[in-house]
């Protein structure tokens, strides 16, 4: 059937048939051009968003716009250097956090190996845990041993909320919030600062020291400050069981904290809390069950 001479009927006005104009044969041209990808100067510390796979193939001549030149071959922009505030140049350890290379869509399956020079965060991690000195760990772990307990039991006295009632205070804010302020400065460290423990153990040391003097601590104060005269079988209780609540429910969250850190050999990437986070959950639930028991026999002891 004929189109009766309609100009907008079919590939007359614009259409396409295959890659030939529908009435001359000839090939067809979009009369938009075709955008032009800037490229990488194939820097492999190149932190700009240019430096993705995607970007890294193609190159542009600013103010191109024909959409008949070839997309490669073209001059490429001259530099892509990272800076920061102020356009102070970025240390390795900042251009490792924010590493393209990092990125999801840049990881090994989809991109392949970055180059041999490329800063990646896990490159850097291998880095300082090959400089960092053996004494330094050491200190770090004995500094987390000694503060991080008393610096829980202050933390719990700000971030307690005031609008909690007694019980669910006692049974679920205070659980949640005493355990994971005395794992906080080696969780901080494995989220920061990996590097600074060598060893899964002094993770371990860690968590249970700070359970020790948490509990130390608090029973200094709930013994001498909150009670008068507290009985004999109480003070016991507390210097046994509450003390093996806190120790143990401490190293059950350092078990989390310990396969967080795990997680970064076997990923080569960044720690994931979720890697620990079924163990801090069981340490908050553990505490959060003994007070639980511990307000319903109360009255007999």
Same mark, same amino acid.
């Given at each position: 059937?004929?189109?009766?001479?309609?100009?907008?009927?079919?590939?007359?006005?614009?259409?396409?048939?295959?890659?030939?104009?529908?009435?001359?044969?000839?090939?067809?041209?979009?009369?938009?051009?075709?955008?032009?990808?800037?490229?990488?100067?194939?820097?492999?510390?190149?932190?700009?968003?240019?430096?993705?796979?995607?970007?890294?193939?193609?190159?542009?001549?600013?103010?191109?716009?024909?959409?008949?030149?070839?997309?490669?071959?073209?001059?490429?922009?001259?530099?892509?250097?990272?800076?920061?505030?102020?356009?102070?140049?970025?240390?390795?350890?900042?251009?490792?956090?924010?590493?393209?290379?990092?990125?999801?869509?840049?990881?090994?399956?989809?991109?392949?190996?970055?180059?041999?020079?490329?800063?990646?965060?896990?490159?850097?991690?291998?880095?300082?845990?090959?400089?960092?000195?053996?004494?330094?760990?050491?200190?770090?772990?004995?500094?987390?041993?000694?503060?991080?307990?008393?610096?829980?039991?202050?933390?719990?006295?700000?971030?307690?909320?005031?609008?909690?009632?007694?019980?669910?205070?006692?049974?679920?804010?205070?659980?949640?919030?005493?355990?994971?302020?005395?794992?906080?400065?080696?969780?901080?460290?494995?989220?920061?600062?990996?590097?600074?423990?060598?060893?899964?153990?002094?993770?371990?040391?860690?968590?249970?020291?700070?359970?020790?003097?948490?509990?130390?601590?608090?029973?200094?104060?709930?013994?001498?400050?909150?009670?008068?005269?507290?009985?004999?079988?109480?003070?016991?209780?507390?210097?046994?069981?509450?003390?093996? *609540?806190? /120790?143990?429910?401490?190293?059950? +969250?350092?078990?989390?904290? @310990? $396969? =967080?850190?795990? %997680?970064?050999?076997?990923?080569?990437?960044?720690?994931?809390?979720?890697?620990?986070?079924?163990? *801090?959950? /069981?340490?908050?639930?553990?505490? +959060?069950?003994?007070?639980? @028991? $511990? =307000?319903?026999? %109360?009255?007999?002891?």
């Amino acid at each position: 059937m004929s189109d009766g001479g309609n100009p907008l009927a079919g590939p007359r006005h614009g259409g396409r048939s295959g890659d030939a104009d529908w009435e001359s044969n000839q090939p067809y041209r979009s009369p938009v051009p075709e955008p032009r990808l800037p490229a990488s100067t194939d820097d492999p510390q190149d932190q700009s968003v240019f430096a993705e796979p995607w970007l890294r193939q193609a190159t542009f001549t600013p103010g191109d716009t024909s959409s008949d030149l070839p997309v490669t071959g073209a001059a490429a922009p001259a530099s892509h250097a990272a800076t920061g505030p102020g356009g102070l140049p970025l240390s390795t350890a900042e251009l490792a956090e924010l590493s393209v290379w990092d990125e999801p869509a840049t990881s090994a399956e989809l991109s392949g190996t970055p180059a041999a020079t490329a800063i990646t965060w896990f490159r850097h991690y291998e880095r300082m845990c090959r400089e960092t000195p053996p004494t330094d760990s050491a200190w770090v772990m004995l500094a987390v041993s000694l503060t991080a307990g008393p610096l829980a039991v202050l933390g719990t006295f700000w971030a307690s909320p005031s609008v909690a009632t007694a019980w669910v205070m006692t049974v679920v804010f205070g659980p949640t919030i005493e355990e994971l302020l005395k794992l906080a400065l080696p969780l901080w460290i494995v989220e920061k600062k990996p590097w600074l423990f060598r060893s899964d153990t002094q993770i371990l040391v860690c968590g249970i020291a700070a359970g020790l003097a948490f509990a130390a601590v608090e029973n200094g104060l709930y013994l001498t400050v909150y009670l008068n005269n507290p009985s004999a079988s109480l003070v016991v209780w507390r210097w046994t069981v509450c003390v093996a *609540l806190h /120790a143990t429910c401490s190293l059950i +969250g350092s078990i989390g904290v @310990v $396969a =967080i850190r795990r %997680g970064i050999g076997r990923r080569r990437a960044p720690p994931q809390l979720a890697d620990g986070a079924a163990w *801090l959950v /069981a340490a908050i639930v553990t505490h +959060g069950l003994y007070n639980a @028991v $511990a =307000i319903a026999i %109360g009255d007999r002891i």
